[in-house]
């Protein structure tokens, strides 16, 4: 079975603060791994995926298959980063996302 | 044109309703989905399709029905619902398995009665 683990509800962190979300995997193949967020009273958009390996409003997100692990990072946070964060599973040639529980970031002034 | 769009946007009805919720999109994705979300959880899947065919249905009780008409339209039709089902629907769509993630749609908040 899939499963995908987010172990904060909530991050609250300081504008400037490095951030790290985590994300633990669990999975017998190789899956493909994706980051969405959702900002208050918008739907919910790709931020990353794993095989592409980019950076997108200086997020960052390495897949480590000895961990099992996917974290989301950024250097200095932003006010402006402040929303909902799911981590995503798609289980090899399987056309669904299994998402994690989610980690709430607020980032303060 | 790189939407989702959902109709409507909120729904209230009563259990012995039958009502149907809209998808369209317009990017020539060939896989559309289902999912439902309940306050402060993830998305669930319910269903997908695969080039207008249902392709997984994550044993959703059938008073949940999807249809796909074309490969821009995905419905999904509603009857007999329980309170417990009040929940955020999003539609979703992809190109299909080429890893580069699905787009959702706003989604539709329903309120079963």
């Known amino acids: 079975a899939q499963r995908v683990t987010q172990p904060e509800k909530l991050l609250s962190v300081f504008k400037g603060a490095p951030v790290e979300l985590k994300c633990n995997y669990s999975?017998?193949?190789?899956?493909?791994l994706f980051w969405y967020v959702q900002y208050s009273r918008q739907r919910l958009q790709l931020l990353l995926r794993h095989i592409s390996r980019e950076s997108i409003k200086g997020f960052t997100a390495d897949l480590n298959k000895g961990e099992t692990s996917f974290h989301l990072k950024k250097p200095f946070a932003q006010e402006e980063d402040s929303a909902m964060y799911y981590c995503?599973?798609?289980?090899?040639?399987?056309?669904?996302?299994?998402f994690g529980t989610g980690t709430r970031l607020l980032v303060s002034p | 044109d790189t939407e989702v769009t959902q109709t409507p946007k909120h729904l209230v009805m009563g259990m012995t309703n039958k009502k149907s919720l809209k998808c369209e999109q317009h990017?020539?994705?060939?896989?559309m989905y289902w999912y439902k979300q309940k306050a402060k959880k993830p998305p669930e899947l319910m269903f997908v399709?695969?080039?207008?065919?249902?392709?997984i249905n994550e044993s959703v009780p059938s008073r949940f029905s999807p249809e796909c008409p074309n490969s821009s339209l995905l419905n999904l039709h509603l009857h007999a619902l329980q309170p417990e089902d009040s929940a955020l629907y999003l539609c979703?769509?992809?190109?299909?398995?080429?890893?580069?993630?699905?787009?959702f749609g706003q989604g539709t908040r329903l309120t079963v009665v």
């Open positions: 995503a599973l798609s289980p090899t040639g399987f056309q669904k996302l299994v």
């Open positions: 999975y017998s193949g190789s899956p493909e």
């Open positions: 399709y695969s080039y207008e065919k249902l392709s």
């Open positions: 979703a769509s992809s190109q299909g398995t080429d890893r580069k993630g699905a787009f």
């Open positions: 990017m020539g994705h060939r896989a």
